[in-house]
């Protein structure tokens, strides 16, 4: 399906300054301070301090956070991410139980777990993805959960034991149009994202997805980028401004104003997603409790 963008007026805004927008206070807060040591005193990492994610306090404050396993080192090293690259420690079979207990004591409505690529391992950690949210289930069968999934090179088996498990939400994400790949996710492929996505949804799954926008995108592949995604029925579609975590990483090309993330969402809505999240602040877990 191709889609053709509507006439969009693009405000210009330089890309050396944070525009007003894109500023958010410090982290800080009594329940904040409180998650913050309990991850610690369990070794448990989240994404919301390694990805460097700007709602971490707002999140954290409202006692919900996003559980990263499988340690903090990635096989990957794609240019916008603020993860390690590395050789990763051996698989630790102990960080099921330490998650299921942080989600329980925690008391949360809605977890979501996420993790780094294990790509030296056959099963691309997926043994342990399965084993997670089994224990997060019988610690705390209240809770539903999201899974925020490696692509794990397209491989069926490794998605389907994950899918076996039955989290509530599934969700991959797409990251940047495929013109970018290359260059933005050199050992990830379009194809094999959107390859997760169908089989996913026809393994029976509530499918999500999130892109990040300025990172030298065109408003047409966007578009049409939303269209394949739609295309392979995803119900969730997040898009955010995507900000440089360090100078080693990816330039931001531009910043996004919020009247034209609200454009994507409107015509987000008219391609046929159930929930577009949609501005310049909007991560995958944001308002992740919304999306189930």
């Known amino acids: 399906m191709t889609f053709d963008l509507p006439v969009l007026q693009i405000p210009e805004q330089p890309s050396a300054r944070r525009p007003e927008w894109l500023k958010v206070r410090a982290p800080g807060g009594d329940d904040y301070a409180r998650i913050k040591s309990m991850m610690r005193s369990k070794a448990l990492h989240t994404v919301c301090e390694e990805a460097r994610c700007p709602n971490i306090s707002e999140c954290w404050n409202a006692g919900t956070a996003t559980f990263m396993i499988h340690g903090d080192t990635c096989t990957r090293s794609c240019g916008f991410c603020a993860v390690k690259t590395g050789r990763p420690l051996p698989v630790d079979h102990d960080e099921p139980r330490r998650v299921a207990e942080a989600v329980a004591a925690m008391n949360l409505k809605h977890a979501v777990i996420t993790s780094v690529n294990r790509d030296e391992l056959k ?51 797409t990251e940047t149009v495929p013109r970018l790949y290359k260059h933005v996710r050199p050992q990830g492929r379009y194809l094999w994202t959107l390859d997760v996505l169908r089989q996913a949804k026809e393994l029976g799954m509530r499918t999500k997805t999130g892109v990040m926008l300025g990172l030298g995108e065109t408003p047409a592949e966007i578009m049409q980028t939303m269209a394949d995604l739609s295309d392979v029925s995803v119900d969730v579609l997040t898009l955010g401004q995507y900000l440089q975590p360090t100078k080693n990483h990816l330039p931001v090309d531009r910043f996004v104003h919020p009247d034209e993330f609200k454009h994507y969402e409107v015509e987000g809505l008219k391609m046929g997603f159930d929930v577009v999240e949609s501005g310049p602040l909007v991560r995958s877990s944001y308002h992740a409790e919304r999306h189930v």
């Open 123 to 173: 099963d691309g950690g997926s043994i342990i993805w399965a084993e997670t949210i089994a224990a997060v289930r019988q610690a705390s069968p209240q809770t539903t959960i999201e899974v925020l999934i490696p692509d794990f090179k397209g491989n069926v088996e490794n998605l389907r034991r994950i899918v076996d498990a039955k989290p509530d939400v599934l969700n991959h994400n």
